[in-house]
Every structure is written in C-alpha cells, then in structure tokens.
C-alpha cells in the first residue's frame, strides 16, 4: 500500500512531459525521466518483478519447505532448482511471445495476475503438501517473465537517446527491492504464531501487492 499511496501522489503532483518531446533527450537527467508520464506504470510494477523470485529461490524457500512442509534438505534443494529453472524456461518462453507478436500488454497482465494467484494458491493451499506448493510457486516464478515484454515496453515511452537511463532506472528499482522483500517477508515470519502462518502471511502480502501494482498498471498504461 506504501508503495501505491507514493505512486499516486507521485503521478497526481509530478508535471507530465511528453516522452517523446523535449530537446536535448540525450542530456535527460533521471529525475526528467522518473517524471514521463508513460514510464510510471512500468516502473511502479517493475517492483514486483525480480524481487519475488530471489525472495524465494534466494532466501525463503528453503526455510518454508525444510520447516513447514518437513523436507530433507535435498529435497528442498531440489525443488528451489526446479524454482530456479522456472525463470530460465519463463525467459525462453516470454521471448516466444513477444517473436509471435502476442500483444505486450496483455501478456504482460495476464502473467501478473497469474502469478498473484499462484501465489496466494501456495499460501492457502499450503496444507496439501509440500508437492502442491511447489507446484504454485513454480508457476508463480515462471510467471513472473513478465519482466520481459515489461522492459521492452520502456523503448516505446522514452525517448530513443534516453533508452539507456531509463532502462537503468528500471533496473535499480526491480533489483533495489529485492532486500525490502526479503526482509519485509522475514519480518512477518517473525511476528507469526508460528512458522507456517507466518509464511503464509507473507506469500499471501506478496500475492497481494503484486495484483495492486498490476491493477495500477492496467488503470494507468493506456496513456503510454
């Protein structure tokens, strides 16, 4: 919610240029290009986009199904790999739909809300085992590739010679927020009851906040 009240009131105070407009793009500072109208839906769900996969390849997957689920150690190493292998399949296969001409943003919402729902499918229906979790997450983190055709999208509300900043703005948030996720979710396993609610709170919190920031990409991207 913090992150949608600072858009907001970012999108209604900040002036909006034309993102193709202006002379001198070359020499476009970062504030000039954190202020194009077009670019602040992407950059707003581009927060969402590799954090949730390090947060749980990276860090708390291997507590959630080594604790909650009971797991041998190599059993869970062999899951978060299947994870692991989930963003390379997601690279290849978004790479094919953008080559076949699927419309971006389309795709771009579907994977988003897919993965939200496959996430909070992995807290709520925790309780059927390991495998079936393992199962959600999987496609949660495959459909995470959405970063993909949502990079791409840069190239059309920036201006050519400002492709680079703006790609490098992108960048800094998405992976800029992979420490916030990784502690915010400590935080809530922490302050659980136990260990397997306080997992669920925070794959359904990120579920959640993945949907929002889809939901204000779709409202917001029509003016890119």
């Not at 949730?52 to 507590?63: Q, S």
Request: aromatic fraction near 10%; include cysteine.
């Amino acid at each position: 919610m913090t992150v949608l009240l600072a858009a907001a009131v970012f999108s209604a105070t900040a002036p909006h240029p034309n993102a193709k407009a202006g002379p001198k793009d070359e020499n476009m500072s970062y504030g000039a290009i954190l202020v194009i109208l077009g670019l602040r839906p992407i950059l707003a769900l581009s927060v969402v986009t590799y954090a949730p996969i390090v947060a749980i390849t990276g860090l708390w997957g291997g507590p959630y199904f080594t604790v909650v689920h009971a797991l041998s150690l190599s059993a869970t190493g062999a899951i978060l790999f299947a994870l692991f292998a989930a963003t390379m399949l997601a690279g290849t296969a978004f790479g094919l739909f953008d080559k076949w001409g699927l419309p971006r943003r389309t795709t771009i919402l579907a994977a988003a809300f897919g993965s939200a729902f496959s996430f909070a499918a992995a807290a709520l229906g925790g309780g059927s085992g390991p495998w079936a979790a393992a199962l959600c997450l999987f496609v949660a983190i495959f459909a995470q590739g959405f970063y993909i055709p949502l990079l791409a999208e840069v190239k059309h509300v920036v201006p050519d010679a400002a492709l680079g900043r703006a790609t490098s703005v992108f960048s800094i948030i998405s992976v800029g927020a992979i420490p916030v996720f990784q502690t915010g979710y400590g935080t809530l396993v922490a302050r659980a009851e136990n260990a397997a609610q306080g997992h669920q709170t925070a794959l359904l919190a990120m579920a959640t906040l993945v949907a929002l920031l889809a939901l204000f990409y779709a409202a917001t991207a029509r003016s890119a």
